[in-house]
């Protein structure tokens, strides 16, 4: 028995030995600490991730770069701030900017013999909605200037008037036509100072005043570059009332737009109506006591007027990449801050500051203005309004 146990107990002290030995520790040892910093591995910074767009735009720059031009057409709603304006955009875009001269009328007729002849010598139009509707729209001359919009803050309409885009004024032009322009228009009116109170008219029903009868020059109010006006008196004010202010005030008509400035500021003339602003504001500037401006709205409302501001990229452009850059430069925030900076007119971009713009010319935050041209059937009312003044002034 005494020998069964010694036996039993070598095995124990075997086995206990075993073990320790297998957890590598002496009972008697003292514990290694237990916070021995840990080594780190260095690990190399993330790489950022280039802007695709960034890279986009510099292509693009590269590429017009290499075209080396722009031909363009500015019409007058730039008028004597074209100089400053083409040499901004240089600087800006690294290429050089060509421009044709002339009326709309006398450079569509141009373009489209030179079409007509397979020549392509345009890249992009800036002009008013009736040339473009009447003319470079039937004509072929459109290319899809919506298919140009690259630059992030061009493509955001959340920072134009109203909330969108606005594309011409009817669905032909939806995607060819982009309107940049929209100044505040109190009243279609411009005067000679020394002869108008401006306080005596607040509707333009007091335009048929007797007092201002054989006292009114107006450009024709039947071709391209008056015709909105057209329209606005006769949306306004009826067909009636326009009858009356073409055929019975003894008013006299040109189609010379420096003719009736300089008859206004010579005292001829007390007013003068139809899109006789441009003209008029180089008199005054001159020194000549005339206004292109009415300072007062009339009590019919207050319009947003595009103009002649709107935007057209020409089809077969000779040089597409700098048409693309100048599009997205041009409606983009720079571009049309230092339209409006050259121009006092102001901008659909409602992210842009207005202290250059003319106070007239400003909208005015919560008031509600006239946009004939959005009206999907604008198009239809301004053909109808020309072809009445047609009717009536035979």
């Known amino acids: 028995m005494a020998l069964r146990k010694l036996g039993l107990m070598v095995v124990l002290t075997s086995v206990f030995a075993l073990l320790v030995a297998a957890c590598g520790s002496d009972p008697t040892a003292t514990p290694a600490p237990t916070n021995t910093p840990v080594p780190t591995v260095a690990m190399d910074a993330p790489t950022p991730t280039a802007d695709p767009f960034t890279a986009e735009w510099e292509a693009l720059k590269a590429a017009a770069a290499a075209e080396g031009e722009l031909i363009s057409f500015f019409c007058c709603a730039f008028g004597g701030s074209i100089g400053p304006f083409v040499e901004e955009a240089e600087a800006a875009l690294g290429i050089s900017i060509v421009t044709s001269t002339g009326s709309s009328r006398q450079q569509w007729d141009k373009v489209k013999a030179e079409r007509e002849a397979g020549v392509f010598s345009l890249d992009i139009w800036t002009g008013g909605l009736n040339t473009s509707n009447n003319r470079l729209l039937p004509g072929g001359a459109l290319g899809n200037l919506k298919s140009l919009l690259i630059h992030p803050d061009v493509l955001d309409e959340s920072l134009w008037f109203q909330g969108s885009h606005f594309w011409g004024d009817n669905a032909l032009t939806s995607e060819l036509v982009f309107a940049y322009g929209g100044s505040a228009t109190p009243a279609n009116i411009t005067y000679n100072t020394d002869l108008i109170d401006p306080a005596d008219i ?91 401006e009415f300072p007062n709205a009339m009590e019919e409302g207050s319009r947003v007027s595009t103009g002649g501001n709107t935007l057209m990229a020409v089809k077969n452009p000779p040089h597409p990449a700098a048409q693309k850059l100048f599009v997205n430069w041009f409606l983009g925030k720079d571009g049309q801050d230092w339209w409006q900076r050259i121009t006092g007119e102001q901008s659909l971009r409602n992210d842009i500051s207005i202290d250059a713009v003319e106070p007239a010319n400003r909208r005015e935050a919560g008031k509600d203005y006239i946009l004939m041209e959005r009206d999907p059937d604008f198009q239809i009312l301004l053909n109808e309004a020309v072809n009445y003044a047609i009717e009536v002034m035979q």
């Not at 306004?236 to 737009?257: C, F, I, R, Y």
């Open 202 to 292: 607040t509707s333009y029903a007091d335009l048929l005043d007797e007092k201002y009868r054989g006292k009114i020059i107006m450009r024709d109010p039947r071709i391209a570059g008056t015709s909105q006006g057209t329209a606005l008196f006769y949306m306004l004010m009826g067909p009636e009332w326009l009858k009356t202010l073409l055929t019975e005030m003894d008013a006299v008509v040109t189609d010379d737009a420096r003719q009736a400035a300089d008859r206004l500021a010579n005292g001829d003339f007390a007013l003068c109506l139809f899109s006789c602003g441009t003209e008029v504001e180089n008199a005054r500037e001159a020194g000549l006591p005339v206004q292109e």
